[in-house]
C-alpha cells in the first residue's frame, strides 16, 4: 500500500467530520449493456452465455476478410425500445461508424459502433423526483475476451464467442452527485431494461457493465473539474466504493494545492483502489468514420410509434399502481415492483379475490426466503401463483392457523403437491371443535401443576407456557383464539 493510498483512506474516514464537505461531487455513467437477443448483431451465431469457448463463432464475428455484416433487425427494436423508455427521441437515420484499434480480442482491428449519428439522445431517468439526463443510447458489438491463464508467464487465450452480440450504451449527462445516487440511478435503470425484456442485465455475467466519469470541485464553483474515468467495476457496490475512493483520492490532491490529471483509471476490487491505466496523451485516437459495409440505420416513425406503444408499465408507474390499486405501503409495493417476474407472480396471486398485504407478506417473507434458499426464481417456483392463492384463502377463512400455513407452504415448495391436498391428506385443518379443545386444556392444566400454582401467584407467563403446550399437544392446529380464551376461562374457574 502506498503513502498516497493511505492519505487517502484516512480521508474517507474524515468525511464524517466534514473535510470532503466542502467539495462537490460531479459524477457521469456510461452503461454498456448487453441484448438478450437470439442471434449476435452482424451474424446468425448465438449468443447463449457460457458455451465452450469458440463455439459460438463464424466468419463475420471472428473478423475474416471479404465478410459482410446483416444488421439485427431484433437488436435496433430493442435499442428503441431502451431509448423510447428513458424519454429519448429517436433518429429515423443512424449511422454506424468503425472505430479503429488494436487488441487481440477484436479480429476486425476495428469495433461497430455508433458514433456522430447515434440511434437515439436527449432522455432522462427519474430519481427521487429530479431529472438525470440521458445524452445518448447507441448500438455497437460486443469484443472477444481473453482468457489469462493463472500465473504470471502462461499463455492468454481469446475466446470469440462474446465477438459481435449486440449491446446499447446509454450516456448520462454529469448530472449525478453522488456514489449512493450513481448506484440508485443503475438500479433504476436495471428495473426499467428488466421490464422490457431486452437484457437480462446480469452483471456477473457481463451483460451489464458500467464506467464512471468523476470530478470534484469546490462547493459553489460553477466551473467543471478535471475528470477521470473509471472503468472494471464489476458489481453496484463495486461502483459505489471507487466513486467513493476516486473522490477522496481527488479531493486530497487538490486540498494540497495539487491538480488532478485527466485519465483512465481502473479499479482494484482486491485492494480497494483506483489505479492509473492511461493518460490523456496516451488516450486512443479511434479514428471513426462510417462503416461502409453497413447501410444507414432507418428507423419509421410508424415503426417507432408501434414500438414505444408495444412497451408496457414501467417500474415507477406499476409501483404507483400498487400503492392506488391494493393499498399498499410505498415500500411493500416498492419491493414487489422492482423485478417484473415478482410483480408479475403477485398479481396472479391477488388476482384470486386475496388480501393484497397478506399476500404482500407472504410473497416477500416465507416464500422469498424458500427460493433463496434453494437458488430458484420466482418464475419457476415449485409453489404457483395459484397454490399460493389457495393457501391464504385457507388462512383467511381460518382452516389452517399461520404455523399449520407455513409448513403446508414449505412442503408445497418441496413437492409441488397443491396445498388443499397436502391440507386433506395430513389432516391439518384447524380445530375449531370447543369440546376437543376443552379437552386438551384440562388435561394440560393437569400435567402442568406448577404453571397453574404461578398463574394463581400473579405470574402471567404463565399464560403464555400453557397456551404453548395446548398448541403441541394440538400439533399446532387448535384455533389460537379459542385456545385463549378457553383456557382463560378455565383457569378462573379452577
Ligand atoms: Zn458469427
Not at 50 to 69: D, K
Not at 347 to 372: C, H, R, T, Y
Not at 420 to 446: A, F, S, Y
Amino acid at each position: 500500500m502506498d503513502v498516497f493510498h493511505f492519505e487517502v483512506i484516512q480521508l474517507l474516514i474524515k468525511k464524517q467530520v466534514g473535510m470532503m464537505e466542502n467539495y462537490e461531487l460531479v459524477i457521469g455513467l456510461e452503461v454498456h449493456v448487453e441484448l438478450s437477443t437470439e442471434s449476435k448483431l452482424f451474424c446468425g451465431c448465438s449468443t447463449r452465455f457460457g458455451a465452450e469457448p469458440n463455439t459460438q463463432v463464424c466468419p463475420v464475428c471472428s473478423g475474416m476478410p471479404g465478410t459482410l455484416p446483416v444488421l439485427n433487425k431484433k437488436a435496433v427494436e430493442s435499442a428503441v425500445k431502451a431509448a423510447s423508455a428513458l424519454g429519448c427521441g429517436v433518429e429515423e437515420v443512424s449511422i454506424f461508424a468503425r472505430k479503429n484499434y488494436f487488441y487481440p480480442d477484436l479480429p476486425k482491428n476495428y469495433q461497430i459502433s455508433q458514433y456522430e449519428r447515434p440511434i437515439a439522445s436527449d432522455g432522462f431517468l427519474m430519481l427521487d423526483g429530479r431529472k438525470i439526463r440521458i445524452k445518448r443510447v447507441h448500438m455497437e458489438e460486443d469484443a472477444g475476451k481473453l482468457i489469462h491463464s493463472a500465473g504470471e508467464s502462461g499463455p492468454s487465450y481469446v475466446d470469440l464467442n462474446r465477438s459481435g452480440i449486440p449491446l446499447i450504451e446509454i450516456v448520462t449527462e454529469p448530472d449525478l452527485k453522488s456514489s449512493s445516487e450513481a448506484e440508485t440511478f443503475l438500479n433504476n435503470l436495471k428495473r426499467i431494461l428488466e421490464y422490457l425484456e431486452i437484457s437480462d442485465c446480469n452483471m456477473e455475467e457481463g451483460s451489464l457493465r458500467c464506467d464512471a466519469n468523476i470530478s470534484v470541485r469546490p462547493r459553489g464553483e460553477s466551473r467543471l473539474g478535471v475528470k477521470t474515468e473509471i472503468k472494471n467495476m464489476n458489481s453496484f457496490k463495486a461502483v459505489r466504493k471507487a466513486i467513493d475512493y476516486e473522490a477522496a483520492r481527488q479531493v486530497s490532491i487538490l486540498s494540497k494545492n495539487g491538480r488532478i490529471s485527466q485519465e483512465t483509471r481502473l479499479w482494484n476490487e482486491s485492494i480497494q483502489v483506483t489505479e492509473g491505466m492511461r493518460s490523456k496523451e496516451e488516450a486512443h485516437d479511434y479514428r471513426y468514420f462510417p462503416d461502409p459495409d453497413l447501410m444507414p440505420v432507418y428507423v419509421t416513425g410508424q415503426m417507432c410509434r408501434e414500438i414505444t406503444e408495444s412497451i408496457g408499465e414501467l417500474p415507477l408507474e406499476r409501483k404507483e399502481r400498487f400503492v392506488r390499486e391494493y393499498g399498499l405501503s410505498e415500500y411493500d409495493a416498492s419491493s414487489l415492483t422492482s423485478r417484473k417476474k415478482v410483480a408479475d407472480y403477485y398479481e396472479k396471486v391477488v388476482s384470486g379475490k386475496i388480501n393484497p398485504k397478506a399476500a404482500a407478506n407472504w410473497i416477500m417473507g416465507d416464500l422469498m426466503a424458500l427460493l433463496k434458499e434453494h437458488k430458484t426464481e420466482i418464475d419457476s417456483s415449485p409453489v404457483l401463483p395459484g397454490y399460493m392463492a389457495e393457501l391464504l384463502s385457507f388462512t383467511e377463512d381460518g382452516r389452517i392457523t399461520g404455523t399449520t400455513a407455513k409448513d403446508v407452504l414449505s412442503e408445497c415448495f418441496a413437492t409441488g403437491i397443491c396445498p388443499g391436498d397436502i391440507v386433506r391428506e395430513k389432516n391439518l385443518l384447524q380445530i375449531n371443535d370447543q369440546d376437543l379443545i376443552t379437552g386438551t386444556i384440562r388435561e394440560v392444566l393437569e400435567n402442568n401443576g406448577k404453571a397453574v400454582a404461578d398463574y394463581r401467584n400473579g405470574r402471567e407467563q404463565a399464560v403464555g407456557f400453557l397456551v404453548g403446550q395446548i398448541m403441541r399437544k394440538t400439533g399446532g392446529k387448535a384455533n389460537p383464539a379459542i385456545v385463549r380464551d378457553t383456557l382463560l376461562k378455565a383457569l378462573k374457574e379452577m
